[in-house]
């Protein structure tokens, strides 16, 4: 019967092929619990919250003007600090692999001080140079450009440092190839490197944003949290939970996680676009 309708028996069909061990099924086995209990579950929870107000009660949190307000900010800093970091990211990766210069070992370090410092003292630093006192007359605490700062800031090395290894791997023969064939080297960069470098940009790119949106730390002394002004969505999840809103915060959070993820996808499509092109 199977024949007569063009379709193969089930018993001859292929299982799927795969090559876990017994050893390696019980270690993803303890990676996905572990996976589970730090991030799926809690997240499952967060959600959960959220839809306990149901779709009006949501849509009523997320739609008042001040939280509005500030997930507009919030997002729209991001976007703007990611694009710059890929840029300048980029640019900051590629002299550091590429050219060879006096405190270049002191560059790789001071890169890597966002990651270090806890994010008020970031902002403490912030607020001395950019604060109301500010010896290089930018007076820029208690407004939008603080929230631009911040994020700038603390979301400096994550582009950096996801493409600077890629670039090092790079073989420098395919570059001098195209080079001997006439290739002009925007062509070559364009054809040969941006898309060897994608994914990290990417997977930068994505780093940075998600850090962008729920940044707080240096926010706290350098925007003043200033509804409609300096006011960042992570302010307003902590303003629900003080005021024993429990289901607000929840619903903020979750629309962040929901950008946060389309902005992901986005990235991967581009990266991917960006790839086959070369």
Sequence with gaps: MAELIGTRPAASRPALAHNLTRTSGIGLGLTMLWFSLLVLLPLAAVIVTASQAGWSGFWSTITNDQTAASIR?????????????????????????????????????IIDVPFALPTIVAG???????????????HWANTQWSVYLAFLFVTLPFVVRTVQPVLEELESDVEEAAASLGASRVTTFRRIILPSLAPAIAAGAALSFARAVGEYGSLVLLSGNLPFESEVSSVRILSAIEHDN?????????????????????????????????
């Design 73 to 109: 900010l919030t997002v729209l800093a991001a976007v703007v600090v990611t694009a710059l970091n890929v840029f300048t990211g980029t640019a900051i990766a590629w002299v550091l692999v590429r050219d060879h210069f006096p405190g270049k070992g002191l560059l790789e370090l």
């Design 124 to 138: 403490l630093v912030l607020l001395s140079l950019y604060g109301n006192e500010s010896p290089l007359g930018l």
């Design 246 to 278: 429990p289901g607000g915060a929840a619903s903020i959070a979750t629309l962040l996680l929901l950008i946060s993820l389309a902005v992901i996808l986005l990235l991967d499509l581009i990266q991917r676009r960006v790839a086959r092109r070369g």
